[in-house]
């Protein structure tokens, strides 16, 4: 039995999902971003008891358990957009339609409209926002110049990067960079 869990963005998220069911003391296969694998710990369907105090738990850390179809499906998205990003730079180049297609095994026509419905954005768009701020994260560092980083997040040049930086942000690189000011940066799960 799986749980899809929302707002899971990072390892840090499973280690505090995992946390959160240590204390409870319930066995799990294993946690990756957006699902809790139960397998067959739990049987087949978890309380409702117990489903209520999980849920409350996590909410007080900031996931929520998905309950119906299109919302594990948004979720998927997102993971299969954040994992795209986290290996763009690998050797096999996928267009990001066919990665998330082969990720969420389903038709990318039919999921750029839900996504676009659910979220009131495309997923480029949303793709593009992740790229952004993973470029603020990257200019915050302060280790990389800007033609690194744009080698490094596939862009076509660095007047790509700051163009698409400047659209989204409203600053550009370098003058993001000088504030030195984190709290410029959002958070990946309220893109």
Do not use: W
Request: proline letters at 1%; glycine letters at 6%.
């Amino acid at each position: 039995m799986k749980i899809y869990i929302k707002n899971m963005v990072c390892d840090r998220c499973c280690l505090a999902v995992k946390n959160v069911l240590n204390n409870m003391d319930l066995s799990y296969a294993s946690v990756d971003l957006g699902e809790i694998d139960f397998a067959d710990y739990q049987g087949a369907k978890l309380s409702d008891d117990v489903k209520i105090l999980l849920g409350a738990d996590l909410d007080a850390l900031g996931f929520a358990i998905l309950n119906d179809k299109k919302s594990k499906l948004i979720e998927a998205i997102k993971k299969s957009c954040l994992e795209y990003l986290q290996h763009i730079d690998g050797v096999d180049k996928k267009v990001l339609s066919e990665h998330i297609s082969q990720a969420v095994q389903r038709e990318y026509n039919y999921l750029s409209h839900l996504f676009s419905v659910v979220e009131g954005i495309t997923i480029e768009q949303y793709f593009i926002r992740l790229r952004v701020e993973k470029v603020k994260e990257l200019l915050v560092y302060g280790e990389m110049a800007l033609g690194e980083i744009a080698f490094q997040l596939d862009y076509s040049s660095v007047a790509h990067l700051s163009g698409q930086f400047k659209k989204v942000t409203g600053l550009t690189p370098s003058y993001f960079r000088s504030l030195k000011n984190q709290k410029l940066r959002n958070s990946l799960d309220k893109l």
